[in-house]
Structures are given as C-alpha cells and as structure tokens.
C-alpha cells in the first residue's frame, strides 16, 4: 500500500484503529513493538522511535523515526521574571510505524500535547520527551504535534563545546549555540540532518525587541506586550535558530528586493559595529560572485553584549555577532566569516558534526578571500603565514575528524582553510571557483558529507584529489607544500 508523504492523518488512524490499545499504557513504560496483525495486508511494527539520529559525535541529538517539515513557535517571554511560556506546533511526517517519538527539550515543564489534534501522552527521561499518539504513526504519513509547555529556561553546558541556549541577560535573553541550542526555548529534532522551515511569534513586554531569522513578519502589541513575528521560509538546522530580546539600534532597508534588518544593543555607543554590520550586503555581494547566489530571503545582522558570548554565530539570515569584535575598530573579517557561513553550514549543511571542517574550513577561507579583495594580503600570504607559523597542536589534530572536544580548534578553522587552499593550488583557480559553486548549487537547501565535496572536486578537475585530502584531513603531521596537480 502506498501512501503519499505531508498527507495529513486523521485522528482516527488509517490502519490502527483499537490495534494499539496504547491508551492506556502508562507512559513510564516503554511499549514494546506492536504488530497491527487485524490490519489488511501486511502487518505492520510500530516501534518507539529512536531516541538520537546516532550521530557518532553526539549520540543523542536529534531523534528517529520522522522528518519535521515547519515548526510554529509562539512564546512570551518576560525578563522580569524569567519565565518563558508557549506553545510549538510541528509539521512532520513519520519514516518508520512509530508507536512513539521523541523530542529534544532540555528542561522547561510540558503542560500539554497532542497529536493530530488529539491528546497524546507525554513523559520525560533528561532532555529527551517521549510522545505517545493515542494511535501510531504510520510510516510516509504526515502528522501534527502540538506542545504547550513553560518554565525558567536554562542553557546547556557542554564540557566540550561550551555552553548554550538561553540565556537570560540583565533586560532580555540571548538564545544562542552551537551545536546545541534550540532545545532550551522549543522542544524540536535537535540535529541538523532534520532541516525545517520556522515561523516565531515572540511576545515581549513593549519597549523590548525581539530578532529571530529571517523575514520580519509583523510586529503588534496589544496591552503592554509586543508580539514579533519571524518567517525563515527556507530550510533551516535547528542550532541556527536565535532569538535575541532586549534594546537594541534597528536599521530596516532592503537590498536586492530582500529585507535588510541589524540590530546593534544599545549598551554600545554607535560606532565600529554598526558601520561594519553595515556593509553586510556589500560583503554578501562579494561573496556571491564567487559562491554563487546568497541563499536566503533576507539579510542581516545582531551586535550583542554579554560576557559570556565571546563569538560570532552563523545564525540563518541574521548572525549574532559579541561587541568584542568590533572593540578595536571596523571588522568585517567577522562578517565574511559569518556571511559565507550562510552558503557552507546553512543552505549546505553538515548531515554530522565530525564533518565540521566543511563550515569552518570554508568560511575561514572566506575571510581570506576577503581580505584579497578588500586590498589586504592575499589568500596565499594567509596560506603561508598560517603554514609557517601554526603550532604543534594544528598539525597533530586531523581536521576531518578532529573529536569532540577539538570540534571548534584552530586545525578545524585554519587548517580547514589551508586544505580548501591546498586544492585550489592542486587544481587551478578556474576548477577551484567551478567546484565551489558547483557544490552550492547542488546541494542547496540540503545536507553534505565530506565524501561528497571530495567527489565532485574529483569530478570537475578530473584529478585524484584522495592523497591530498588524506593528508589534509586526516594527517597527523604537517602536509608537504601544496603543488598544482
Ligand atoms: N561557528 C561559530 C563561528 O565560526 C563559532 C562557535 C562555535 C560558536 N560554537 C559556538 C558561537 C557557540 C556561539 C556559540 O563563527
Ligand atoms: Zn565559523
């Protein structure tokens, strides 16, 4: 039997019905496999899904059994009290018969869910929350999850990669992070292999901005509260996701029939970081003659302030940016950096983090690019530098798989950046830009392997790239001086 995929199911169940009896299971008891037997035709398992996509690197993130599709996140939030308060309504649709799903939610209390509009079970084990439909969800069928939940929202502390998520500041929050972040606002399938499109609606007490991605929606207030309204519309991995409250310097104009919104604290005089957010669409429009075209609907950036951010993140269509960048003058360094993650991690992103080397390797080589074109040294003097003066440290950790707790090293950044010079010097600038845009192009909106981006490189210069990459990627001790191949 087929049955098409986004075909929304009733909430009587189409093969189910009495079937499952898991009405009345408890949900501290985990359901063992159910065969629908009185079912016509074949018999179908529903099973639990898994409770990660098994992401070597992070086991847990994410879940099995189902491919969201949008997610609709309503929250209030007021920095008087810290309370965080709202529903999130998910498109999905199951990949196996699933007697129950997982989601990602790290603390925060579930007061509801349903299911197809239907009351679901809940329970919850750690940062895991387990749905169990009143009926299971059959494989290629679509289905609606609603979760109205509430709490003091607490971020995520990694021994490796630091923290992140929500984080309550002196008149707002920052939500933040990577690899991990979103899960500490909305319950969601935590990983980027599951990309999804997002509508937020985040209310405030007036006086307060709120920036998430993409396009700016709308804005009301109704009794002392403003709700702002975010569409990303274009396929976005959940660490990508931000929402940013507080008071902030807008500036609202459009470039290339696109919205253009920046928002810099006012805890900072104007200054370095608005003239050099400023020149977000100029260092977009750079970027684009050499990746192709800037992926998403609308441009932008957030200049923050908060000792405990000391980064710039890549966050869809509006990055985040710490003030500390733009301390000692104008930087768009940063904002190369953080644009042409828009092209390598966001339109093309991981399908695991081990690959990681893909986001920054690329976006370190942006800013080198950059800097050619800006009149400062050339992409190869920064080749140079980097391979004359990088430490020990750099050349004993394989960037294409640097372990967790080296996921954000200086080899993954630098060396990162001094392979994709390595094949540009192995296969002429002519390839080089051919693959570069090629690999956008192709995997726009979509997931990436490391084997993939070797593939097409081979592809497109006709030649062996295997021994090149190997050593750069995997070697674990400096590579011989790139020569053309
Ligand atoms: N990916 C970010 C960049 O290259 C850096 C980063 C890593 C980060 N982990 C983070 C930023 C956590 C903020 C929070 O620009
Ligand atoms: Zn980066």
Request: include cysteine; proline fraction near 6%.
């Amino acid at each position: 039997m087929t049955l098409s995929r986004r075909v929304l199911r009733g909430g009587t169940g189409l093969l189910v019905t009495g079937a499952l009896g898991l009405g009345g299971c408890s949900s501290a008891v985990e359901p063992a496999p159910i065969s629908a037997a009185s079912s016509p035709g074949a018999a179908r398992q529903f099973a639990p899904g898994a409770p990660g996509v098994g992401d070597t690197y992070f086991p847990t993130y994410g879940n099995g059994g189902y491919d969201v599709d949008q997610y609709t996140v309503k929250v209030r939030y007021d920095p008087a009290t810290d309370r965080l308060s709202g529903t999130t309504t998910l498109r999905a649709a199951a990949t196996a018969d699933l007697s129950t799903f997982n989601l990602d939610l790290a603390g925060l209390t579930v007061r509801s869910v349903t299911v197809d509009g239907a009351p679901a079970k809940h329970s919850r084990k750690g940062d895991e929350l387990t749905v169990t439909p009143a009926s299971g969800l059959i494989a290629g069928n679509g289905f609606v999850a609603e979760i109205a939940y509430e709490g003091e929202p607490e971020p995520l502390r990694n021994e490796a990669t630091g923290v992140g998520g929500f984080l309550h500041t002196d008149d707002g929050a920052i939500a933040l992070g990577q690899p991990e972040s979103a899960s500490t606002w909305f319950p969601v399938n935590d990983h980027p292999s599951d990309k999804a499109s997002y509508d937020f609606e985040i209310t405030v007490p007036d006086g307060l901005t709120a920036v998430s991605n993409g396009v700016l929606a709308g804005r009301n207030s109704v009794g002392g509260w403003t709700t702002w309204k975010w569409a990303e519309r274009s396929p976005m991995a959940s660490y990508l996701s931000t929402v940013v409250i507080g008071k902030f310097r807008l500036t609202e104009g459009e470039h290339k029939g696109r919205p253009v919104f920046h928002a810099v604290t006012t805890e900072l005089p104007e200054g370095a970081a608005d003239r050099s957010i400023a020149e977000t669409v100029e260092v977009a429009d750079y970027l684009e003659s050499v990746f192709g075209p800037y992926p998403f609907e609308a441009y932008g950036g957030v200049v923050i302030s908060d000792d405990r951010i000391r980064y710039a993140l890549e966050t869809q269509s509006r990055p985040v940016y710490s003030a500390g960048f733009f301390r000692a003058g104008s930087n768009t360094e940063v904002v190369a950096h953080e644009l042409a993650h828009q092209w390598f991690g966001n339109s093309v992103s991981l399908a695991r983090w081990q690959d990681i080397w893909l986001n920054e390797g690329l976006a370190t080589y942006a800013e080198w690019l950059w800097t050619e074109h800006d009149g400062g040294r050339s992409a190869q003097r920064s080749f140079d530098a980097r391979y004359a003066g990088s430490s020990g440290q750099v050349w004993r950790t394989p960037p294409g798989r640097p372990g967790v707790e080296n996921l954000f090293s200086e080899s993954v950044y630098q060396r990162g950046a001094m392979t994709v010079h390595a094949l540009r010097v192995a296969v002429g600038d002519k390839a080089f830009f051919q693959i570069l845009k090629a690999w956008t192009a192709q995997k726009r909106n979509d997931n990436a392997t490391t084997a993939e981006f070797v593939a097409l490189a081979e592809r497109i210069s006709k030649k062996q790239l295997d021994k090149l990459f190997d050593a750069w990627l995997h070697g674990t001790e400096r590579p011989a001086r790139p020569e053309p191949l």
